[in-house]
């Protein structure tokens, strides 16, 4: 309740982030178990999957973490602009900590994702788990690019909490501190209410034989 008073900013800014990107071809087979009527509960299934993905990043940074650029990513590739001195003005530009040969290694894992999260789209809203793909991948073809994002950074009771959002859509990933006292004071006034509705319509039962 009071974080808006309580937290201090560290930082807010713009930052191009190196990646790789990558296109190609893949053909893959997956295994999974999924949600059906048996006794478990669960049925294993598998299938194979085609498609040219273009834009599987990999990202050549060391301080921003793989799944924040996941949460925040759906980044727009088309008509890229010239990343001139003159633009990149005052915004921190990071250096690629990975050469085109280190990234091919992170590549393979990269297109595998991308499989998966497509599988799991064919899935509809059937339960899946143990998701196992199996890809190969030709007419691999990368290029660098930089990414656009904000970093806001702030600390909290000592704590550092950042923020990481998209530079282009503005989508945002990020932890907040968690209250336990409050989890705990809404779940003692959930069970009070309940406790309270529970009294309310036994006295209406009374009431009811009584008057009847």
Same mark, same amino acid.
């Given at each position: 309740?009071?974080?808006?008073?309580?937290?201090? =900013?560290?930082?807010?800014?713009?930052?191009?982030?190196?990646?790789?990107?990558?296109?190609g071809?893949?053909?893959?087979?997956?295994?999974?178990? =999924?949600g059906?009527?048996?006794?478990s509960?669960?049925?294993?299934?598998?299938?194979?999957?085609?498609?040219?993905?273009?834009?599987?990043?990999?990202p050549?940074? /060391?301080?921003?973490?793989?799944?924040?650029?996941?949460?925040?990513?759906d980044?727009r590739?088309?008509?890229?602009?010239?990343?001139?001195?003159?633009?990149? /003005?005052?915004?921190?530009?990071?250096s690629?900590?990975?050469?085109?040969? /280190?990234?091919?290694?992170?590549? /393979?894992?990269?297109?595998?994702?991308?499989?998966?999260?497509?599988?799991?789209q064919?899935?509809?809203?059937?339960?899946?788990?143990?998701?196992?793909?199996?890809?190969?991948?030709?007419?691999?073809?990368?290029?660098? =690019?930089?990414l656009?994002l904000?970093?806001?950074?702030y600390?909290?009771?000592?704590?550092?909490?950042?923020?990481?959002?998209n530079?282009?859509?503005?989508?945002?990933?990020?932890?907040?501190p968690?209250?336990?006292?409050?989890?705990?004071?809404?779940?003692?006034? =959930?069970?009070?209410?309940?406790?309270?509705?529970a009294a309310?319509?036994?006295?209406?039962?009374?009431?009811?034989?009584a008057?009847?």
């Amino acid at each position: 309740g009071n974080l808006k008073e309580a937290a201090a =900013v560290d930082k807010m800014k713009a930052l191009f982030l190196p990646c790789w990107t990558y296109s190609g071809n893949t053909e893959s087979h997956w295994a999974a178990d =999924v949600g059906s009527s048996t006794r478990s509960g669960w049925a294993p299934t598998s299938g194979s999957h085609s498609e040219r993905f273009e834009g599987v990043l990999v990202p050549a940074s /060391q301080g921003i973490k793989r799944s924040e650029l996941g949460e925040v990513g759906d980044f727009r590739f088309e008509g890229l602009i010239d990343t001139s001195r003159e633009y990149l /003005q005052g915004a921190a530009v990071e250096s690629f900590g990975m050469t085109r040969k /280190q990234s091919r290694d992170h590549a /393979q894992p990269a297109f595998e994702r991308a499989v998966a999260g497509r599988v799991s789209q064919t899935m509809g809203n059937r339960k899946l788990r143990n998701l196992h793909v199996n890809t190969l991948v030709s007419d691999m073809y990368s290029e660098p =690019v930089l990414l656009p994002l904000w970093i806001f950074a702030y600390r909290y009771k000592n704590e550092p909490y950042r923020f990481v959002m998209n530079g282009q859509t503005g989508k945002s990933t990020g932890k907040a501190p968690f209250s336990y006292a409050k989890l705990i004071a809404i779940i003692a006034a =959930v069970l009070a209410a309940f406790g309270g509705l529970a009294a309310l319509v036994m006295c209406l039962g009374v009431l009811g034989s009584a008057m009847s």
